[in-house]
């Protein structure tokens, strides 16, 4: 069964570099841009991991997690923040908001699929 990623981005050249990566390793992908259709689409499309920008318009990613962890159909599913927050304390913000995993941008590819591959086992 392929596992299915929803990637959250609003950067058209970070979205396109994750969902070209994530496609040629195998996965399923849902690219999402407007951080105001997130919540909506994950139930419509129930990924098997979220990969959540932190900084989009108009609405914090974490925020967005926060709201996926209180969600009884998102609670289960892990998200991997991707940052280019990476200051003192930020990691710990974001993991208390329920983020399984944390990576600061720029992200190499390597990093980036051991991470997903460490929250979505084969």
């Not at 996965?27 to 999402?32: I, L, Y």
């Not at 259709?37 to 974490?62: F, K, N």
């Not at 974001?94 to 997903?116: E, H, Q, T, W």
Request: glycine content about 6%; some cysteine.
């Amino acid at each position: 069964m392929i596992k299915r990623i929803m990637v959250v981005e609003d950067n058209d050249l970070n979205r396109k570099l994750f969902c070209d990566v994530l496609k040629a390793n195998g996965f399923a992908v849902e690219p999402v841009a407007d951080g105001e259709i997130v919540l909506e689409t994950a139930r419509s499309v129930s990924p098997d991991l979220i990969i959540m920008d932190i900084q989009l318009p108009g609405v914090s990613g974490v925020d967005l997690i926060e709201a996926a962890k209180r969600d009884l159909k998102l609670s289960e599913i892990p998200v991997l923040a991707v940052t280019a927050f990476a200051a003192k304390g930020d990691e710990e913000r974001i993991r208390a908001a329920g983020a399984s995993g944390y990576l600061a941008k720029p992200v190499s590819i390597m990093p980036f699929m051991n991470a997903v591959k460490e929250l979505l086992p084969l």
